[in-house]
Antibody, heavy 121, light 106 residues
Framework: QVAEFGGGLVKPGGSLRLSCTAS????????MNWVRQAPGKGLEWVGR??????????DYAAPVKGRFTMSMDDSKNTIYLQMDNLTTEDTAVYYC??????????????WGRGTLVTVSS | DIEMTQSPSALSASIGDRVTITCRAS??????LNWYQQKGGKAPQVLIHGASNLEPGVPSRFSGSGSGTDFTLTISSLQPDDFATYYC????????FGQGTKVESK
């Protein structure tokens, strides 16, 4: 399972850090994603962080690159999404997902319940 | 970036109907195409991965096909539990979602 924490209300230009704790599997060999969904809109990929055994390197979608930073804490089996310089366009439910691979294809096999981030003055 | 175009954006159907949703990629993605179902305000769940592999626990009335740029999700006989929004997603290079297809009751 995965569970997100840390959503809330933040002013434009502010910062917020989300966390996602994995249980039942290890981040040592699991890739993780963040996906968001603005109110009434579709799903949007935010970024991913590779597993620790391949360097835990992150990749970001263009709209958040340079403002969002992903990291991993092995000891807590937790990943983080540090969001800086937030705008109203970042208002969304943020989902943490675990990635699986089958026959060479990566897909999002486990989803958290999501945490709501509201950016408003 | 790889763009994913889903159609239709919404459809109305009755119980027992055969429902087909299509997804087109802006470039070839081989079979790196997954389908998700989202009900109400809940988190999405994977239905099909690798274009045609049914996730364990998903009813066999769901099926997927395609490769390259054109893909299809089919519900062979629509059930009450299937009214939801469906998304395709490519994982060939990073990730992109289609805009979603809302399946509503006629």
């Amino acid at each position: 399972q995965v569970a997100e924490f840390g959503g809330g209300l933040v002013k434009p230009g502010g910062s917020l850090r989300l966390s996602c704790t994995a249980s039942g599997f290890s981040l040592y060999d699991s890739w993780m994603n963040w996906v968001r969904q603005a109110p009434g809109k579709g799903l949007e990929w935010v970024g991913r962080i590779k597993s620790r055994n391949v360097g835990a390197t992150p990749d970001y979608a263009a709209p958040v690159k340079g403002r969002f930073t992903m990291s991993m804490d092995d000891s807590k089996n937790t990943i983080y999404l540090q969001m800086d310089n937030l705008t109203t366009e970042d208002t969304a439910v943020y989902y943490c997902t675990a990635l699986s691979r089958f026959e060479g294809v990566i897909f999002m096999s486990r989803w958290g319940r999501g945490t709501l981030v509201t950016v408003s003055s | 970036d790889i763009e994913m175009t889903q159609s239709p954006s919404a459809l109305s159907a009755s119980i027992g109907d055969r429902v087909t949703i299509t997804c087109r990629a802006s470039q070839s993605i081989s079979r790196h195409l997954n389908w998700y179902q989202q009900k109400g305000g809940k988190a999405p769940q994977v239905l099909i991965h690798g274009a045609s592999n049914l996730e364990p626990g998903v009813p066999s009335r769901f099926s997927g096909s395609g490769s390259g740029t054109d893909f299809t999700l089919t519900i062979s006989s629509l059930q009450p539990d299937d009214f939801a929004t469906y998304y395709c997603q490519q994982s060939y290079y990073m990730t992109t979602f289609g805009q979603g297809t809302k399946v509503e009751s006629k």
